[in-house]
């Protein structure tokens, strides 16, 4: 009997110590993204929209990125759909965001990572307290089309500040601003490594490369603005 009562507690600790401690979104499986767990969103988007006639999105405006347009409503999809959210979504506790792409044609399933949005919310209150004691913006120059990079020593940063890339574990991604104060990231250097891995394909000079970075990861370039590659280099587009 004394050893039955050794193996329990000795499960029981086990259990707590692996996920009822931790909250929802620190634990490990809420911050991977699951190859299944999209398929099976995929899978009642798509049963969803041929009983309905429409998608099972949250509603947003125009302006909203066409990247973050079309948020998956789960509240739709569940239980009729689908058991619950998925466990790394940010409904059920986790660090991603799904969405529809190419809503028109054939809506895909896709993740926004939103390990940023800490740091772009840090980035923009320094921005509101400097621009609460000057009357400009703390910016150094012009980096692309309305695109500016900031002055991170006016802002009490050590270092240029960057965020974590969704789509390369070794990449971070530097953080700008546009005219009208937005905070965009610059997918240029996940763009290039995505060029050199898998090529143009049916992409040319001109064309928005965001595209490319859709077409090949789960992910979406969030909180992103229109990139081309011109004689090259990977540069800001001009939006049309």
Known sequence: MK????????????VLLTGCLFPEGQRAENQVPY?????SVQSAVNQYREDTSVLPIQTRDQETSV??????NF???????????????????????YVLTNVEEAPEVKLVDLRSSNKLQDINRRINQY??????????????????????????????????SPFHSDHRLPVH?????ELVIDYSLDIRHYIDEYGMGEFSEGDDLRWLL???????????????????????KTEE
């Open 75 to 97: 509240r739709t999809l569940v239980p009729a759909y689908l058991q619950q959210a998925p466990g790394n979504s940010f409904e059920n506790g986790g660090t991603f965001q």
């Open 131 to 164: 621009r609460s004691q000057n009357r400009y913006a703390p910016i150094e120059e012009a980096v692309g089309p309305g695109i500016l990079s900031l002055d991170y020593e006016a802002l009490h940063y050590n270092e240029m500040q960057t965020v974590p």
């Open 214 to 236: 859709v077409e090949h990861a789960p992910f979406v370039p969030a909180h992103s603005k229109p990139m081309t590659v011109e004689e090259g280099e990977i540069i800001f």
């Open 177 to 181: 601003m546009t005219n009208s104060g």
């Open 3 to 14: 050893q039955l009562w050794t193996g329990l507690t000795i499960v029981l600790a086990s």
């Open 67 to 72: 990247f973050q347009r079309y948020p998956v």
């Open 35 to 39: 190859e299944d767990q999209l398929q």
